[in-house]
């Protein structure tokens, strides 16, 4: 990204009620990394998961920090700096109230809508912006896939689920003076959590499911709930405006009532299955590559299609259609414009070239797996390869959940490696590989077998790059590999950082040498 521009507002006036801002300046930026900060910078000490932003604060001030934010209780221990130094209750909490005034408020002048869920979220948010555009608006989008400001993609974001608040609120900023009228933001759990969404002033919150996930951040599945839960209680704040505001509720989940009891926001509730929801798809045909349905309200029925496969996206379609109402837009206009896309990077992609389909997705969960395979089930003539791994440094439970439905739903998988962090690839592989031999998969693979096997086969093939080209050489015609767990992801996290990477470039340049160019 850019260097950030002058001050669109006042960051003092984000700052908690009762801390005093007498004397303190004005400043360029706001930071909570240090290695980041120039000169005439405000320095916000967060506490992370590996480092501590108290320990940092001088190297800031000596970067050219004006000022400095710490815990209560923190500063004395810093010695004198030089800079004013403000104490607040939490300066993860405080972060983001400072950075929406640093740029004025942006949410305010917004219509914003939230995404929150297990799966899905990336998915659905696409469908949304494709919907409000139809519709005539302009959006921008902020999502772990892409990030747009009024159809520019933003280059130079690292690599998170959901960016720090500073750089949430300046890219709505940036919407904003781009002419955007609407944001559509994914609103994960980590993200929630740690207050980076706080400020965002949402009008619209959908959730599309809940399974259990995340659970090494969060601990137990009621705090994970409980995470997601923030983006419904959002809608309970005070506001600029007295516009209603919406919970768009995925009825087909049992967990939608927890979320609607969550918000005083009006719930508006969508499904494929729930007669009583009130937006429902019915006639769904599902097709190798989309899906048609109509959408049924009280008041009219709407034709639709999704150019992506499977029943869940006919769900994130129709989510995307209901909030797109929800805002007063017209139905079949937003219909349309989830029509009109052709997809999204990373999810359900193919990879064209081999004589065979190839197929790249991000599913990384055993529910999203699951889904996956299921779908792409129906539209297979021979065998179902799929190429995976685990995220190290994550739930263990992710793991042995990845492995059994591998077993349960894949005729082939080749294990390898997915952001193995600190952790040894061979170890995470060993426990995905011992969770399908209990499931009843067999290791090891003999091409004389015949088809259909009565289990599933795996072998290990730690890494990513010599797994895909293992798999591309097991697939015959009729076959179909997938590469799951990267998606549209540009890097592979080891012990020693990141390491640029994409599956589906590594598809094609293995899929070239193999066949020939890719058509």
Known sequence: MTAPPSPRGDWRGG???????????????????HRRVEAGDLFVCVIGERFDGHDFASAAVEAGAVAVLTNEGRSAALGDLGVPVVEVPDTRVALAGIA???EGYPGRQLQVVGITGTDGKSTTAFMVAAALEACGAT??????????VAGRPVEGLVRLTTQEAPVIQRLLAEMVEAGCTHAVVEATSHGLELHRLDHCDFNVAVLTNLSGDHLDFHGTLEAYRKAKGRLFEMLNEQR???????????????????????TRARAVTYALDDEDADVRASDVALWPDGATFLVATEEEEVEASVRLPGRFNVANALAAITAAAALGFDANLAAAGVA????????????????FEVVVDYAHTADALRKVLDTLRPVVEGRLIVVFGCAGERSRDRRS??????????????LTEEDPRSEPSEAIIDEIAQAMLAAGAIEGFDASDDEPFAAARFERVPDRREAIGRALDLARPGDLVLLAGKGHEQT??????????????????????RFGAAG
């Not at 919406?246 to 967990?255: E, G, M, Q, R």
């Open 139 to 148: 959006v921008g989008l902020l999502t772990t896939v892409e990030s747009r």
């Open 15 to 33: 700052l908690p009620a009762g801390v005093a801002r007498d004397g303190l300046p004005e400043v360029r930026a706001v930071q909570h990394d």
């Open 492 to 513: 592979i996290e080891r012990a020693d950082g990141p390491h640029p990477w994409d599956d589906r470039r590594a598809a094609r340049e293995a899929i070239a040498e």
């Open 401 to 414: 959940g990845l492995g059994r439905v591998a077993a349960e739903a894949a005729d082939l998988a080749v």
């Open 340 to 355: 009109g896309l052709r997809g999204v990077p990373g999810r359900m992609e193919r990879v064209p070239g081999a004589p």
């Open 100 to 102: 929406a005034a640093h």
């Open 240 to 262: 600029h405006d007295e516009g209603q505001r919406y919970a768009v509720l995925n009825a087909d989940d049992p967990s939608w009532r927890y979320f609607a009891a969550r």
